[in-house]
């Protein structure tokens, strides 16, 4: 939808002739709703448990332990002052004198908070010079918002999987709630909560040069095209179906889903790459498919299959080839009934429970491709009711043989051809993908239950992510990746295999928050724990599969210290990607485990809020070497970066920082605005930043819409 962007130039080229006509146009246009209409359901609050409540903060009264909340404990309370532990409440005339242990508090996005990072952890296996990666538990709102101070317009990509806002279940929060599916309203929710993300986003995004990545199923697809399309107006943007499981997810009564959707939102000269095999590797072995139909739609005498397509396949059981096919069976006719050929197996299409199927081919199709090599018999299975699996080549599939796409090998001592993809020359990719490499599961979930076990349903893809980012990236090798909707963290293990790949030195932020889900937190909260209580936070996400993910496939083991199997290079026995990378070995790369806190203004002693802002600073800088935590007398500097504390030694500070090349970024603690740029005028070259004297206000957010 263009309608916002022609509105916009219009406005701009009247404000050429006319700038009083143009500022009353803007008025208008603000004041009326154009493109996509939703309801915003201002204002969207977060439960901060950790945040110590503080005279003045709004915060709601806890249900007792052991049972569930009421609409009582979503109203805002606020703390008018603290005594011996317990606070003393008001709200709409009634007032409360309730433990601080029974309260939380609660921030809208309007409100101003002063946001700090606490380091948590770290794992080291990079070179000491390498930029570490960065995990962050946090409301991803706030911490984009903190984000923006550090990284305005040099973020190169970010990639996010928010949520699909599904109608069967409720795997997203808004209001500090669960937004069911039956929610009238939940389209308009979902189009709030991820607006103010992509507005934040969009800041951090370099527009030069840059994209934007967007996952996304059926549901919200239509309404994220036109959102995108509203706040990203000078962009391109395309959308590609990718497929990302074959045998597709059973929904009864529609379709059966193999695929998902992503957008690429380009900025600026972005374009992607044209990118041979390296992505998918010098050698794709051809996809073979089940010859046993797989939907239940299709069993034996639906109307769907028919009855032609249930008969017997006999294989020779010394060549492991097909040597005839029976007649078909009526639906009533007994399995037992057909005659049985010597030396051979009969095989019927029976799933494992014993539901009788269908074949995909008709039977004289079925002969005629196995003359060519097109059907591939497998394993024998004595122990089931189908006693061999069977495969075969789409017509697609074949006409890639016949056309050169694909190239046969040899053949099986089956008689099943052996053929290959392998790539000529660069392509640009295509709006449609369909790589083995980007199976959800195999390459998804297998990989993550290798690392951690079940703790996390459904991750993406490695390689489907590692594919989408590198399009993008391949030939930065510095590139800044940002994922503010992290979940498992396959986004900063896809950026750990980019850079093991071609030696890049590219860093990953990620964020998401400490949340369980629905179910659990119903278990949690009947044994009478909270939010906030260490043996629910252990469980929470980041604790319990981002950050220990990330330690693991780095380290190269599992979570119980067990060296990784397999190597990345060769995904599974049809995939290699051209190059050996055993998971054992782990990745060369440095990454630091971090918590957003949420510092109050006053009072607070100046080395308690330097502490506070420490980790900031330092990511600003870049992410490499140590932190400065502490104030100096003067200034302190590392290798990388330096804080002038005292202006009286500026004259010093900037000898130092000159007689060290590496030193990038600077910070100058003044409220003198003189002084700051002269400072500016003589490290030319430099970032030169201000830090207010009281430090925590340099870094505060205004509320929504405080940083336009």
Known sequence: MRIMANINETISEVAKLNPELARQIQK?????????????????????????????????ILAPRG????????VPWCVKYIDNGVAYLEHDGEAKDVPLEDICVLVSYRDVIYPGLKEIDRVERGNPEDP????????????????????????????????????????????????????QYKHSKWLAFVKRRLKLAKQLLNPEESVLIVTIDEVEYARLALLLEQMFPDAKIQMVSSVINHAGAIRQGEFARTNEFIFFVMLGNAFPAKLQSESRGKMEKIHWDTLRRTDVSSKRGSSKGGTAQFYPIYVNDKTKRIVAVGKPLTPDEDIESVPHK???????????????????????????????????????????????????????????????????????????????????????PTTQWDY?????????????????????????????????????????????????????????????????????????????NNEVSEAEEKKFVADGLRPSDPDW??????????????????????????PLEGDYGKPSKDIDLGYSLPKADGFKANAVFCELTYESAWPIRLDNAFNAIAPILWMQAGCQGPIIRKIGKSYLTTDYYGVLFDYGQASKFCEKVKNTPTIKTVFVVTDDQRRYSNMC????????HRLYETFLRTFEICGEGGLD
Not at 412 to 428: H, L, T, W
Not at 537 to 562: A, F, L, M, Q
Not at 681 to 688: D, N, Q
């Open 537 to 562: 936070e252990k469980y929470g996400i980041v604790n319990y599969v981002t950050w220990p993910r990330t330690v693991c496939s780095i380290e190269g083991h599992d979570v119980n210290g067990k």
């Open 681 to 688: 005028k003589r490290l030319s070259g430099i970032e030169v």
């Open 342 to 428: 010597e030396g051979c197996t009969t095989v019927f299409p029976i799933r494992k429970d014993g539901l009788e199927m269908n074949w995909g081919l008709l039977g004289d199709v079925v002969m005629e491709r196995a003359s060519k090599g097109y059907i591939s018999v497998g394993k024998y299975l004595p122990n089931e009711p189908q006693k061999y699996s069977i495969s075969y080549l789409t017509s697609g599939k074949i006409e890639d043989i016949d056309s050169g796409k694909a190239t046969v090998k040899g053949y099986g001592k089956n008689g099943a051809v052996i053929a290959v993809y392998e790539d000529i020359r660069a392509m640009p």
């Open 436 to 512: 083995q490499s980007h199976d959800a599961y195999r390459n998804g979930t297998v990989i993550l239950n290798n690392i951690l076990g079940s703790r996390f349903s459904f991750p993406k893809s490695v390689y489907a992510v590692q594919d989408c980012i590198k399009l993008f990236v391949r030939d930065k090798q510095n590139a800044l990746i940002v994922d503010f909707f992290a979940g498992s963290g396959t986004t900063l293990h896809a950026v750990n295999l980019l850079n093991a790949e071609d030696g890049g030195h590219r860093r990953c932020i990620c964020v998401t």
């Open 28 to 60: 208008y246009v603000k004041d009326h709703s154009y493109g996509l209409v939703f309801e915003h359901n201002l204002p969207e609050a977060v439960r901060l448990y950790k945040k110590q409540p503080a005279v003045g903060d709004t915060v709601n």
């Open 132 to 183: 570490y990666h960065m995990v962050i538990n946090s409301e991803n709102y706030h911490a984009l918002e903190a984000l923006t101070y550090a990284y305005a317009g040099k973020v190169d990509c970010i990639y996010i999987d928010p949520p699909y806002n599904k109608k069967d279940t409720k795997d997203w929060k808004y209001n500090c709630n669960y937004v069911d599916g039956n929610d």
């Open 67 to 74: 049972k569930k909340e009421t609409e009582e404990n979503s």
